[in-house]
Structures are given as C-alpha cells and as structure tokens.
C-alpha cells in the first residue's frame, strides 16, 4: 500500500487518487493557431525521466482537490506534495 499526503485531508490510501499526469505543462496560448502536429505534441508527449518527477494528482474520494507531487518514478516513492502552481 502506498500513502499520499494530500496537502488538505493528510495521508490517505493511494486508492483515493488519480494520476493527472505531468505537472506545470502549460496551456498553449492560442490553440486554434497550433498545427495539428504541435497541438498533438502538446496533448500526447510528456517528459518521461528516471528519478524525481512533478506529477498532477485528484484527491478524487476525498476532497476532490487538485495538487502537484514529486514522485521518485524508480521507487515510485513520493518524496513531497504541494498545492502551489510552481516549484
């Protein structure tokens, strides 16, 4: 079983989550001015490291927040959470 401190309600099973994907990818400007080869690399392509990674989580059972984790991807340890929208 793996524990993630959700910033609001504190540890939790990671049964009450979901994975949002990469953190801090920002929003395209203008979209509709993005080629269908750039807006597909925006929607599809993340980084994919071995180590520390900033990861988007739901604390979808419980209050339903949003916030950011930094996930070891070779332990799958999460080493911190926050709420902020930059680190």
């Given at each position: ?61 419980g209050c339903r927040k949003w ?8 332990s799958y340890e999460i ?9």
């Amino acid at each position: 079983m793996l524990l993630i401190t959700c910033p609001w309600c504190g540890p939790r099973d990671e049964t009450e989550f979901q994975y949002g994907g990469q953190a801090h990818v920002a929003y395209p400007e203008d979209p509709s001015a993005l080629s269908d080869e750039e807006w597909a690399s925006y929607l599809f392509y993340r980084d994919n490291p071995e180590g520390r990674f900033r990861e988007r989580w739901v604390h979808g059972v419980g209050c339903r927040k949003w916030f950011n984790a930094v996930r070891d991807t070779r332990s799958y340890e999460i080493i911190e959470t926050y709420t902020g929208a930059s680190r």
